[in-house]
T-cell receptor, first 112, second 115 residues
């Protein structure tokens, strides 16, 4: 079992729709969860982080965390073609050193 | 406020040569992380350093790879006697402090090609 799992996609949504990206993790001791966006050939860009169960909203983005189910998700409202990228879920290492364990990423395609 | 700076952006080496990748963290950041991204794969942690100290090198291959973060100057990831399998994008990230919950910001990466 991978430590952090994401569906590689591609996930295709029409412009204006809600895109839902999901991530599961194996270690119950994980404490912090991050979503990065990576455009092709570019570096990862931090877009959201969440530490507590529940929802966290920032503009068009909402991160959701359910520690009991070991599940974290990212919702993108009013999806735009510019949102087309690979979204990486990252989980803080239980060893508490700040090391991040990444999923393989989900490729999102937003079609005009 | 400059972000994380990595250089070179692209590096081509012949098999058997050495590759040196440099990373200057964001201003005010003293924690540096190196990650490797192989083609069509996710980011894999390699090493975590603070000034003059290696904190966690659990992701670093045992041979040919080394990293340092001296008191003065950038962090260096060094790969000796490169092989084709070392071809990848190497990303550096920095943070204000370490530990759980730390937000890390990435540099633009160095794309290493071994020919």
């Amino acid at each position: 079992q991978k430590e952090v799992e994401q569906n590689s996609g591609p996930l295709s949504v029409p412009e204006g729709a809600i895109a839902s990206l999901n991530c599961t993790y194996s270690d119950r001791g994980s404490q912090s969860f991050f979503w990065y966006r990576q455009y092709s050939g570019k570096s990862p860009e931090l877009i959201m982080f969440i530490y507590s169960n529940g929802d966290k909203e920032d503009g068009r983005f909402t991160a959701q965390l359910n520690k009991a189910s070991q599940y974290v998700s990212l919702l993108i409202r009013d999806s735009q073609p510019s949102d087309s990228a690979t979204y990486l879920c990252a989980v803080n290492s239980p060893s508490n050193t700040g090391k991040l364990i990444f999923g393989q990423g989900t490729t999102l395609q937003v079609k005009p | 406020n400059a972000g994380v700076m990595q250089n070179p952006r692209h590096l081509v080496r012949r098999r058997g040569q050495e590759a040196r990748l440099r990373c200057s963290p964001m201003k005010g950041h003293s924690h540096v992380y190196w990650y490797r991204q192989l083609p069509e794969e996710g980011l894999k942690f390699m090493v975590y350093l603070q000034k003059e100290n290696i904190i966690d090198e659990s992701g670093m291959p045992k041979e040919r790879f080394s990293a340092e973060f001296p008191k003065e100057g950038p962090s260096i990831l060094r790969i000796q006697q490169v092989v084709r399998g070392d071809s990848a994008a190497y990303f550096c990230a920095s943070s204000v402090n370490g530990g759980s919950g730390t937000e890390a910001f990435f540099g633009q990466g160095t794309r290493l090609t071994v020919v």
